[in-house]
């Protein structure tokens, strides 16, 4: 018979570590010195021998870790003094962790050459050890993409195993873990470098990736490197336009962002296994909140307007090299997005209320915008600055600084989704789609609801789920990205995700509370509409 010591929500303080525990952490840590000596200039003699060792090593670390962690201990979610934890509760560990990360992150990005990056022979340091794994999946020496796409991979791989370990009392948990391990392994991986050695003139493509993540995609070198491809490249081209107009739209509506953000994103990915350990330290207050609307959706009207202009810039005035003319071009993406503010305005007017407002203002902010770029662009400008360096410009703001060195590099002391709250311009578009057409909610059973605050501490995009639970009210936020945390750590089963008929999605604001509120009619009228 097992005896609980304690009934605390809380967990406690935190134990220390076990005999198995401190093995895994000393196999790890060895594990990690190979690559540092690497790095610091060490020529290790059998480079494919010492990287398996290397690579193992980390993978069998981590597996022993949550072995030792989770074995024997009963099924269901423990806190385990996360809270106390310097490493998980931004103390002394957690700022080294997070210091560690945004130095990787801005050596990979900007100063490759101190990873061994050679530019015309052959590679040093770090990335020499990991050409004997690109030369076999590719044929090319490695570059400092293909060591952090190896070590991404391999961070979600083994950290993926240590969540299943941790929720595996709950379905949903493991079958989107294996999800993001599989699409991460085999789509953003793997068949991207066969790929690369079965037809060297593709462009690499993380089949994953869809705009306006993959920003870069429909610039001028990789459009002509897709059309001279033949066949296969046309094809990948015509899939991401598709896969824009099309594909992400079906699948918000049926399953809502989670599909993507909780199922398939790379970002996604590392975040809910890498980051679960910081998923508590997403900020929950108000003012957090506003700040997330206003960046992640200005990010998103940003992205619009400079893929459109970097496009506009290599369009000629004819049809003769493209399929579409300049004017052409503007012509259909302002229609696009007159069509869709159009129906948003006629049919979803009430359900965003006052966000109506800010929605018009952004919608004039991008028209106006391309009106502009007609103006006042040409083929090497955009307004007065060079579309190469407004490009470039992006792609170190956004694409590097804020999803790389703070997004991923801060998760020790703002949580694990920081790019993903307010810096993804896919979560925006995601997110509107899911708020206005979407069949995805989470269900509240506001009578079993006993007000622990679990849902709301592991929510990791800042929710205050308790709240709603509290009304019985269903969940229908831009933000969610259906990871169903909030459901797996409550005790009393009283969140649920389920995609059901688009009446009574959103519900009324009142409290179930008082003699101003008929509460059978309220009661009665959410399980008519309930899936």
């Known amino acids: 018979m097992t005896t609980l010591e304690s009934m605390s929500l809380a967990g406690g303080p935190p134990k220390s570590l076990k005999s ?35 690579l193992t090593g980390i ?11 989770y074995t024997g201990e009963p099924m269901g979610i423990k806190n385990h003094g996360v809270q106390f934890k310097s490493i998980s509760g931004r103390g002394l560990w957690a700022w080294a962790l ?101 037809n060297g003139d593709l462009p690499y493509y993380d089949l994953k990736n869809i705009w306006p ?30 896969s824009i107009l099309v594909i992400t739209p079906l699948l918000t509506y049926f399953y809502g962002k989670r599909w993507y953000c909780s199922w398939v994103c790379g970002c996604g990915g590392l975040a809910e296994t890498a980051g679960d350990s910081f998923r508590q330290l997403s900020d929950k207050s108000t003012f957090a909140w506003k700040v997330e609307r206003w960046v992640v959706h200005s990010v998103l009207v940003f992205v619009v307007l400079m ?7 290599y369009l000629g005035s004819d049809n003769s090299k493209y399929w579409l003319s300049k004017s ?19 049919f979803r007017r009430k359900a965003l209320k006052k966000d109506a407002i800010y929605g018009a203002a952004g919608y004039m902010v991008i028209i106006l915008g391309l009106l502009a770029i007609h103006g006042f662009s040409d083929a090497k ?11 470039k410009t992006y792609s170190f703001l956004i694409g590097s600084i804020f999803s790389g060195v703070i997004g991923t590099g801060f998760y ?35 009578g079993q609801c006993i007000s622990c605050g679990n849902c709301s501490t592991y929510c990791e995009m800042g929710i205050d789920v308790r709240a709603y639970a509290q009304k019985g009210a269903n969940i229908v936020r831009a933000s969610c990205v259906g990871c169903g945390i909030c459901s797996a750590v409550c005790p009393r089963g009283v969140l649920k995700l389920e995609n059901g008929p688009l009446k009574g999605r959103i519900n009324p604001r009142e409290v179930l509370l008082g003699n101003d509120v008929n509460l059978m009619e309220l009661a009665n009228q959410n399980s008519d509409t309930a899936f």
């Open 20 to 54: 198995g525990q401190k093995l895994a952490v000393f196999l790890g840590l060895s594990s990690v010195c190979i690559l540092l000596l690497a790095t610091f200039g060490f020529d290790f003699p059998n480079q494919g021998f010492w990287l398996t060792a290397s």
């Open 59 to 69: 993978l069998l670390g981590v597996i022993g870790f949550s072995w030792a962690t």
């Open 98 to 198: 997070g210091i560690v990360l945004t130095g990787f992150y801005i050596v990979l990005y900007f100063f490759p050459e101190y990873l061994g990056l050679v530019q015309d022979g052959p590679n040093r340091g770090l990335i020499s050890l990991f050409d004997p794994l690109s030369r076999a999946l590719s044929g090319n020496p490695a570059s400092q993409w293909f060591v952090y796409g190896t070590l991404y991979t391999l961070a979600i791989l083994a950290f993926g195993i240590k969540f299943l370990w941790k929720y595996r009392h709950n379905r949903y948990q493991r079958l989107r873990t294996l999800s993001v391990m599989f699409f991460q392994t085999a789509f953003a991986f793997i068949i991207p470098e066969i790929m690369a050695r079965l």
């Open 213 to 242: 993540l993959n920003y870069y995609n429909f610039e001028r070198y990789r459009v002509n490197a897709f059309i001279d491809a033949g066949d296969i490249g046309l094809g990948m081209l015509i899939f991401g336009v598709l």
């Open 307 to 313: 893929t459109t202009a970097v496009i506009y810039s």
């Open 328 to 346: 052409q071009f503007l012509i259909g993406v302002g229609v696009v997005l007159t069509a869709i503010f159009t129906w948003v305005m006629v």
């Open 381 to 391: 400008h955009i307004f007065i600055f060079s579309s190469e360096s407004l490009r």
């Open 412 to 446: 020790p002391i703002f949580g694990n989704r920081v790019w993903c709250r307010f810096g993804c311009p896919m979560a925006a578009i995601l997110g509107l789609q899911q708020r206005l057409f979407s069949r995805f909610r989470i269900t509240t059973n506001g």
